[in-house]
């Protein structure tokens, strides 16, 4: 069985299309037994879809929106530390 530093240094791999299938499959294996592993390729795959997308100039509502809250609360914290 894979471990986590193996399914990562296969990470690229496994979002590469092209990957053969028996690394493939071992890989999503991996997965299936290892939730953090998932949110990872989950993650990444969200975000390649993000710069791949079929819109690229259309962030979607939802990324704009924690986009927006985190930089509030950025500029939040900064005036609260200088004041
Ligand atoms: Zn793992």
Avoid: Y
Avoid at 15 to 35: G, M, V, Y
Avoid at 47 to 74: C, H, N, S, Y
């Amino acid at each position: 069985m894979l471990t986590c530093k193996d399914f990562l240094s296969g990470l690229n791999a496994f979002l590469d299309e092209e990957t053969d299938s028996l690394l493939r499959a071992q890989l999503e294996k991996h997965i299936n037994e290892c939730p953090n592993c998932w949110v990872v390729v989950d993650t990444c795959k969200k975000t390649m879809k993000v710069f791949k997308g079929m819109e690229p100039q259309a962030i979607p509502t939802e990324v704009e929106d924690r986009l927006m809250q985190a930089l509030r609360r950025k500029m939040a914290a900064r005036r609260c530390g200088e004041a």
